[in-house]
């Protein structure tokens, strides 16, 4: 078992920057995928972010250039470092987990979730 624990997210102005965390349980942790999630109101739930076991990023085009996903193996965290932050990246924000070397389709852990509020 695996357990995922956001930070806490925040308001912040458009154009600002914010960086989440997610800090995971467990003496296996470089062995997973780590990805990060949003789901604005009305809207699915959609991939932001993800870092494979060896440290490969991908990001959906709508972030790109703009966040950042990293993790520390050492300290068990993977972060999410979001500059130049807009209205529409307003969503909670999860964190998830995926014991794989590859880019996971499906993940197995998944945090509480934590609400990002970009104002205009």
């Known amino acids: 078992q695996v357990q995922l624990v956001e930070s806490k997210g925040g308001l912040v102005q458009a154009g600002g920057s914010l960086r989440l965390s997610c800090a995971a349980s467990?003496?296996?942790?470089?062995?997973?995928?780590m990805g990060w999630f949003r789901q604005a109101p009305g809207k699915e739930r959609e991939l932001v972010a993800v870092i494979t076991s060896g440290g490969s990023t991908n990001y959906a085009d709508s972030v790109k250039g703009r966040f950042t996903i990293s993790r520390d193996n050492r300290k068990n965290m993977v972060f999410l470092q979001m500059n130049r932050l807009k209205p529409e990246d307003t969503a909670v924000y999860y964190c998830?987990?995926?014991?794989?070397?590859?880019?996971?389709?499906?993940?197995?852990?998944w945090g509480q979730g934590t609400q990002v509020t970009v104002s205009s």
């Open positions: 467990g003496r296996t942790f470089s062995s997973y995928a």
């Open positions: 998830a987990a995926h014991r794989t070397d590859y880019v996971p389709l499906t993940y197995d852990y």
